[in-house]
């Protein structure tokens, strides 16, 4: 595996990730509460450019009648089709047997590293 180095820390800000190309792969890479993230930017629905999505939050298990809203900054929906998956492990939120390929993220001097 091998660490490809895509952008500084100052290039990615909450909620608006980077879309690289690296190796033929288009790769979004996250920034949520000062940690990296990268995901395959390949929706496994039906093939939509998932990190061209709104970052968004989700409603939380409540009791009945509550609606408890939270994640703000920590999902991806999908703009094609409104799935919902989670930034940090690539789980779509309906179904954790579905899921965006995401990849490991190292921090190096300022530069993130996505590797693969």
Not at 61 to 89: A, D, N, Q
Request: proline share 6%.
């Amino acid at each position: 595996m091998t660490t490809h180095f895509v952008a500084h820390v100052d290039q990615i800000e909450e909620g608006k990730p980077i879309i690289i190309e690296v190796q033929g792969r288009s790769v979004g890479v996250y920034s949520i509460n000062g940690e990296y993230y990268a995901l395959h930017n390949y929706c496994p629905h039906a093939g939509a450019p998932i990190c061209k999505g709104l970052v968004v939050g989700t409603a939380l298990p409540s009791e009945v009648y509550e609606y408890e809203f939270g994640r703000l900054g920590e999902i991806v929906r999908c703009p094609w089709h409104g799935w919902e998956f989670e930034i940090k492990t690539g789980l779509a939120l309906h179904d954790p047997n579905v899921r965006v390929k995401s990849y490991p993220v190292v921090v190096e001097n300022g530069e993130i590293g996505v590797v693969f």
